[in-house]
């Protein structure tokens, strides 16, 4: 693992932090390492996202043409009104 050091963090900031950990029952290293992680954890959830997306681009499926198939594969049922 690697050792941070973050310089220049305002005083209030600090103790805003210091405050937040001390209420998890956390130190303020634990506290900012899971706010690190955390972090991390959603900047590698935007990439999903975005490689989600492309897989659908040119599709040329609309949202309309999706509720089409479902009203009709609805009516198709045996027993449909």
Partial sequence: MVALQIRDVPE???????????QAGQSLQGFLREVVLREALFARNAATVRDVAQ??????VTSD???DALDAARDARPGAA
Avoid at 12 to 22: C, K, N, S, T, Y
Avoid at 55 to 60: C, H, K
Wanted: proline share 0%; hydrophobic share 45%.
């Fill in 12 to 22: 209030d900031v600090r103790d805003v932090l210091a405050e937040r950990a001390r």
């Fill in 55 to 60: 897989w659908t681009a040119g599709t040329g």
């Fill in 65 to 67: 043409d999706v509720l």
